[in-house]
């Protein structure tokens, strides 16, 4: 879920394409993540200087940037994301005034894909050919691209999987979905014996039938988390301010 970036790039650098940004009118990207959910919208350049920056910024985005006190930025010409922290926000306006502009060595979430947590337990049978069979619950669920489904499952410290193996999961939707199956293999397998759990990653695909029930319940997990960011928008507008 999180993306390792190794190039260096210089302050200059990063507001000098700004300053191209705001001459040619040009919209910036700015990506932020609510609950799993990418939150990620096109932005005006409304001023630059040397330590500040200002973005005319869409609701959901300042909702979202406000509680994570970060955004990270698209700009024309560097290849990579810049990380900087709000100052201040005017949420009539839309306006966001940000700082410390820099490339971040890790961004520590998913800028494209949702990465859902269900709101309550989800049991999940593992099981593979090998005879290994094992239950958990399961903790976070992506669909990536090429059909490619991504599921954590948390398991007692007792494993009968290692890496690469083939497996499957049967699980059944929450909120009395449907009963669904991935198979693939095992991405990451994470904790040591000793604990009381562990956590167990697949990647795999599923049948047609199942896949569209899985996107289905991740389109509407979705629609109701932006709900929800949508209604902190509402509060913040009003001056309410949010509980910590």
């Known amino acids: 879920m999180e993306t390792t970036i190794q190039t260096e790039q210089h302050s200059d650098s990063i507001l000098d394409n700004l300053w191209c940004h705001l001459r040619e009118q040009r919209p910036v990207t700015l990506y ?3 609950k799993g959910v990418p939150v990620t919208y096109d932005a005006e350049v409304a001023m630059v200087s040397t330590e500040y920056v200002g973005f005319i910024a869409h609701p ?3 909702a979202a940037i406000k509680l994570e006190r970060q955004t990270y930025i698209q700009i024309k010409g560097i290849p990579d994301p ?13 306006v966001v005034m940000v700082e410390k502009l820099k490339r971040p060595h890790v961004i520590h979430y998913d800028l494209n894909h949702s990465w859902i ?3 309550q337990p989800v049991t999940v049978e593992l099981d593979s ?3 290994g069979t094992l239950d958990g619950t399961l903790a976070t669920l992506a669909a990536l691209e090429d059909n490619l489904l991504h599921v954590i499952v948390d398991v007692p410290a007792e494993v009968p999987f290692n890496r690469q193996d083939e497996i499957r999961l049967t699980f059944k939707l929450p909120e009395g979905g449907d009963l669904v199956q991935v198979a693939g293999v095992v991405y990451s397998l994470t904790g040591s014996q000793g604990e009381e759990s562990r956590r167990l990653e697949v990647e795999g695909r599923a049948a047609l039938q199942d896949e569209i029930a899985i996107l289905a319940y991740l389109a509407k ?3 109701a988390l932006i709900s929800e960011l949508e209604a902190i ?7 309410r ?4």
């Open 129 to 131: 050919d090998m005879g």
């Open 233 to 239: 928008y509402m509060q913040l507008r009003k001056g």
């Open 117 to 119: 947590t269900p709101d």
């Open 241 to 244: 301010g949010l509980e910590d």
């Open 82 to 94: 810049i990380r900087a922290n709000p100052i201040s926000i005017d949420y009539t306006n839309r």
């Open 60 to 62: 959901l985005q300042i």
């Open 32 to 34: 932020n993540n609510y």
């Open 221 to 223: 997990q979705e629609d």
